[in-house]
């Protein structure tokens, strides 16, 4: 006997079905003229009708049922019952593909699809590329270094260790906002979702008498969410100010892994490790770059590569340059993220505004851009703060009432 929700979904499947001119007869026999009287005759077409109906019903709603379960519950599905598989002669209606999707989503909104998270993955590449490119500003090093980085790796067929990408600079010029762009693109769920997880240095390690502890309990929620899902997306804020316990217990979820058995679904990790750390040698190459005549646009990795990195290593004040992650070459990539300048900050007040669904005016973005505190002296370039608190500062220049 089917249970009360298999029966609800039966109900919702049978929807879908086509209207009953895409069905036809098949190739029964039919009365031949004249043998039968008509009123007979138009019985029994319309029982063989009916009959031929029901058939195509089942069978098609066996199919449909057999894409939406493996859409729902991918663990309980075969190899040859994935949602591309199809019975000979079947080819799913746009409206039908269309009514499977809400199906699926709705049904996803009201149980767990699946044990491990995985049918929430989304890898939504165009998206991210959107993003990057319209609210991310004054970044064209970092947008088109993250995009590559990712897509190529979320796309390689067996990667063999996790990607770790360390992005640097400033407070205020992104780090964060592009690695919510990464949780709200690759997740449906972003940074609510069960294969995400962010750690802030100051806020879930901050005593040093229990790194022992913080060390046991961060390799064990690793572990615990690379056995949940496929792909893991760990975003670790203030890198700079973790332990050099903590990034040693990292190292061994970032080195090359041997190859495991190939028909074995393939893990993939991503760690984004955020630091202020280089911030002052990237803005001081900007600055002497801009000194010198060259458009910011026109500023290469070239430019910033070497001394960023050189700089990591050289700090005194910081673990991380030392550890075994950036000695061993374990970062995949070192990501400047430039200082922002006057222009950026007012389209950050632009954006501030639309998401808050308000109207704005150029003065008034103008006055929120004014607001910020802009170096060096001299030459007052760069927001202090990059594009940090706008949003707090929209409500001094709103009309009063």
């Known amino acids: 006997m089917l249970g009360g929700t298999e029966r609800l979904l039966w109900l919702l499947l049978l929807l879908l079905l086509p209207p009953p001119s895409a069905w036809g007869y098949g190739d029964q026999a039919r009365p031949r003229k004249g043998t039968e009287e008509a009123g007979s005759a138009r019985a029994w077409l319309a029982f063989q009708g009916l009959r031929e109906r029901l058939r195509a019903a089942g069978a098609l709603s066996r199919h ?7 859409r729902v519950w991918p663990q309980d599905c075969g190899e040859d019952e994935g949602p591309s598989a199809r019975s000979p002669g079947w080819s799913l209606a746009l409206l039908g593909q269309q009514c499977l999707d809400i199906l699926s989503t709705w049904s996803c909104s009201l149980w767990d699809c699946c044990d491990r998270g ?62 919510r762009m990464l949780a709200e693109n690759l997740y449906q769920d972003g940074l609510r979702s069960n294969c995400v997880k ?39 804020d203030e890198a700079e100010k973790l332990h050099p316990g903590l990034l040693e217990a990292l190292r061994p979820h970032l080195e ?37 005549g060259q458009s910011r646009e026109e500023i290469r990795m070239e430019h910033l590569e070497s001394r960023l990195q050189a700089e990591i290593a050289a700090s005194t004040d910081s673990g991380f340059g030392h550890s075994r992650l950036v000695k061993e070459n374990l970062i995949d990539l070192f990501i400047p993220f430039l200082p922002l300048e006057f222009r950026h900050v ?54 009063e009432g």
Request: one cysteine or more; charged letters at 25%; hydrophobic letters at 40%.
């Open 64 to 70: 449909y049922w057999t894409r939406f379960s493996c």
């Open 346 to 399: 007012r389209l950050c007040a632009r954006d501030a505004f639309l998401s808050q669904d308000l109207l704005y005016t150029e003065e008034a973005l103008d006055e929120i851009a004014r607001m910020m505190v802009y170096i060096p002296k001299e030459e007052q370039l760069f927001s202090s703060q990059g594009c940090k608190s706008i949003s707090q500062r929209i409500s001094y220049v709103l009309p």
């Open 118 to 179: 995985d049918c929430r993955i989304i890898n939504n590449f165009t998206g991210l590329e959107a993003d990057l490119r319209v609210r991310l500003h004054g970044q064209h090093l970092a947008r088109d270094l993250v995009l590559t980085a990712v897509r190529g790796y979320l796309e390689m067929p067996r990667p063999d260790k996790a990607l770790a990408l360390s992005f640097h600079g400033w407070s205020g010029t992104g780090k964060n906002f592009v690695a």
């Open 256 to 292: 090359r892994q041997a190859p495991s058995n190939h028909r074995a679904a393939s893990k993939r990790t991503i760690f984004l490790f955020l630091s202020n750390l280089g911030g002052n040698i990237i803005n001081e190459v900007v600055l002497n770059l801009l000194k010198a």
């Open 198 to 236: 962010m750690f802030i240095s100051t806020l879930h390690f901050p005593h040093l008498k229990n790194v022992d502890l913080y060390e046991e309990k961060l390799t064990d929620q690793i572990r615990r969410m690379q056995e949940h899902c496929r792909q893991t997306l760990f975003i670790l």
